[in-house]
Nanobody, 132 residues
Framework: QVQLVESGGGLVEPGGSLTLSCAAS????????IGWFRQVPGKEREAVSC????????VYADSVKGRFTISRDSAKNTIDLQMNSLKPEDTAVYYC?????????????????????????WGQGTRVTVSS
């Protein structure tokens, strides 16, 4: 069955870097769109970045553009989120999610808006804390 497991979270000082990894099993992640989302307690979940199925068009939230990079490792069937120049406001639980239909088209409006139905499969999350 479809399973997503996030890892790589932790405590980092402002300006530091972390790489989150989303390990996919039960499906070929190259054939599916993947999204990274984050949520702070008491606030709505927000999209950070999404990557479409191969060849992998990427989109980023304005708040992370230029600092975060989403990428695939096809050999490992993982989707990484490289996070640089981290800020305290990046503190959140980060989740990855995937869709249910191979090669379903992914638009920015889906990633940053109508993603609930598009992404039915979610991981359990990994916590990132940016603090000195």
């Amino acid at each position: 069955q479809v399973q997503l497991v996030e890892s790589g979270g932790g405590l980092v000082e402002p300006g530091g870097s972390l790489t989150l990894s989303c390990a996919a099993s039960g499906f070929n992640a190259d054939y599916h769109a993947i999204g990274w989302f984050r949520q702070v307690p008491g606030k709505e979940r927000e999209a950070v970045s999404c990557i479409s199925s191969t060849p992998g068009t990427t989109v980023y939230a304005d708040s992370v553009k230029g600092r975060f990079t989403i990428s695939r490792d096809s050999a490992k069937n993982t989707i990484d989120l490289q996070m640089n120049s981290l800020k305290p406001e990046d503190t959140a639980v980060y989740y990855c999610a995937t869709d249910s239909t191979p090669f379903a088209p992914l638009s920015p409006s889906i990633c940053f808006g109508d993603y609930v139905e598009f992404f039915p499969y979610w991981g359990q999350g990994t916590r990132v804390t940016v603090s000195s």
